[in-house]
């Protein structure tokens, strides 16, 4: 069942939320869970973000972490499909270096033939890995080159795309199927550029594409890059005006405590992963235990600076005052933790909090 909105970029602010929200999904594994606990929570919460008017779901490319089980978009993508009718479904994103254009035009034409009218290809240049991991998936140590390039892979995988490559071009007569080469409609997924610096807003502008930031992890180049990508802006088929939402690392509890014990967690985890110690979440028993040194603290502090967390009334202020001093279009909300309840709970209160409607009714 195709999306009910007409506009397949810019999304609908419902109930008392001043911009549209959505979600962005990591499919986190906690310590004591699996794989499959964290895809089925995030069946789960695709589920809520459906039911609860959220604008789009969102899965993001990551290699070799063992806290992170969202590898393959596509894969999950096609199964969100198949477990909902109406949110718009998409990659926040897809590292478009790791891969061939034509691959990645043969995956998301296969899943706009499968979910019609609420696809998005979100698409990044950086590896989403370590340097080693990225060139085992690229067979090649040229790693820079590859970023250097992704001007071009993203030409030649939007004619793939809309199958216009013209004549006498190397792949002309190479087609990406599903795709407008067997007819149809020619509907295909919108394009956005994602970026946590300046590179992608700048293009984004310059070819008239939706663009996503990274807040989440960027937080100090988010204004600036949005200021960037505004003024660069040129008018295009696919955007009169530029479109800029922002991803926004938030978690919501009961109180305040347990939101801190929450985001904690987290916070642990990516201090491990940035001194090249990966691994899966840990418990919030073991995150309050952790005997962080002098620099680790003020790791961590900056790092929980950057989300908003706490009650559903103070989750819903820092949200208000983050979209009014970035004038961002569109807030894309992930909430990491080491259980699936946690997060579940934190999207039930935060749509709570916007008194976002139930089942599709009307606000």
Same mark, same amino acid.
């Given at each position: 069942?195709?999306?009910?909105?007409?506009?397949?970029?810019?999304?609908?602010?419902?109930?008392?939320?001043?911009?549209?929200?959505?979600?962005?999904?990591?499919?986190?594994?906690?310590?004591?869970?699996?794989?499959?606990?964290?895809?089925?929570?995030?069946?789960?919460?695709?589920?809520?973000?459906?039911?609860?008017? &959220?604008?789009? !779901?969102?899965?993001?490319?990551?290699?070799?972490?063992?806290? =992170?089980?969202?590898?393959?978009?596509?894969?999950?993508?096609?199964?969100?499909?198949?477990?909902?009718?109406?949110?718009?479904?998409?990659?926040?994103?897809?590292?478009?270096?790791?891969?061939?254009?034509?691959?990645?035009?043969?995956? &998301?034409?296969?899943?706009?033939?499968?979910?019609?009218?609420?696809?998005?290809?979100?698409?990044?240049?950086?590896?989403?890995?370590?340097?080693?991991?990225?060139?085992?998936?690229?067979?090649?140590?040229?790693?820079?080159?590859?970023?250097?390039?992704?001007?071009?892979?993203?030409?030649?995988?939007?004619? &793939?795309?809309?199958?216009? &490559?013209?004549?006498?071009?190397?792949?002309?007569?190479?087609?990406?199927?599903?795709?407008?080469?067997?007819?149809?409609?020619?509907?295909?997924?919108?394009?956005?550029?994602?970026?946590?610096?300046?590179?992608?807003?700048?293009?984004?502008?310059?070819?008239?594409?939706?663009?996503?930031?990274?807040?989440? !992890?960027?937080?100090?180049?988010?204004?600036?890059?949005?200021?960037?990508?505004?003024?660069?802006?040129?008018?295009?088929?696919?955007?009169?005006?530029?479109?800029?939402?922002?991803?926004?690392?938030?978690?919501?509890?009961?109180?305040? +405590?347990?939101?801190?014990?929450? =985001?904690?967690?987290?916070?642990?985890?990516?201090? +491990?992963?940035?001194?090249?110690?990966?691994?899966?979440?840990?418990?919030?028993?073991?995150?309050?235990?952790?005997?962080?040194?002098?620099?680790?603290?003020?790791?961590?502090?900056?790092?929980?600076?950057?989300?908003?967390?706490?009650?559903?009334?103070?989750?819903?202020?820092?949200?208000?005052?983050?979209?009014?001093?970035?004038?961002?279009?569109?807030?894309?909300?992930?909430?990491?933790?080491?259980?699936?309840?946690?997060?579940?709970?934190?999207?039930?209160?935060?749509?709570?909090?916007?008194?976002?409607?139930?089942?599709?009714?009307?606000?």
């Amino acid at each position: 069942m195709a999306d009910d909105r007409t506009d397949p970029i810019r999304g609908e602010a419902r109930g008392a939320a001043p911009v549209p929200l959505s979600v962005l999904d990591l499919v986190t594994v906690g310590v004591g869970r699996t794989a499959g606990d964290a895809l089925r929570a995030s069946t789960r919460i695709a589920r809520l973000a459906e039911d609860r008017g &959220f604008t789009r !779901f969102w899965v993001a490319e990551h290699h070799s972490m063992p806290g =992170v089980a969202s590898t393959s978009p596509a894969v999950i993508l096609a199964h969100l499909a198949a477990h909902t009718e109406r949110v718009r479904l998409g990659s926040g994103g897809v590292m478009l270096p790791n891969h061939a254009p034509l691959v990645i035009a043969e995956q &998301f034409g296969t899943l706009e033939a499968l979910a019609p009218g609420r696809v998005d290809l979100g698409l990044g240049r950086a590896p989403g890995t370590d340097g080693a991991t990225a060139a085992a998936l690229r067979r090649t140590d040229h790693l820079r080159e590859g970023a250097d390039e992704f001007p071009q892979q993203l030409a030649e995988l939007t004619r &793939f795309l809309d199958d216009d &490559f013209p004549q006498g071009h190397r792949y002309a007569r190479i087609h990406a199927v599903p795709g407008p080469v067997q007819g149809g409609d020619g509907g295909r997924p919108p394009i956005w550029l994602l970026g946590s610096s300046g590179f992608s807003a700048r293009l984004a502008g310059q070819l008239g594409l939706p663009f996503a930031f990274a807040h989440h !992890f960027s937080a100090a180049n988010t204004v600036p890059a949005l200021e960037l990508y505004r003024s660069t802006f040129r008018p295009s088929a696919a955007l009169a005006e530029p479109y800029a939402l922002i991803g926004v690392a938030a978690l919501a509890a009961e109180d305040e +405590r347990e939101a801190r014990r929450q =985001v904690l967690t987290g916070a642990l985890s990516m201090l +491990r992963l940035r001194t090249g110690r990966p691994g899966l979440v840990p418990t919030p028993e073991e995150a309050e235990a952790y005997e962080f040194s002098a620099v680790e603290r003020d790791f961590v502090d900056g790092w929980l600076g950057n989300i908003v967390h706490g009650t559903p009334d103070a989750v819903r202020d820092g949200l208000d005052a983050l979209t009014k001093r970035t004038g961002a279009d569109e807030l894309m909300i992930t909430a990491n933790a080491h259980t699936p309840e946690a997060r579940v709970r934190s999207y039930e209160l935060i749509a709570d909090a916007y008194a976002l409607p139930s089942a599709g009714a009307d606000t």
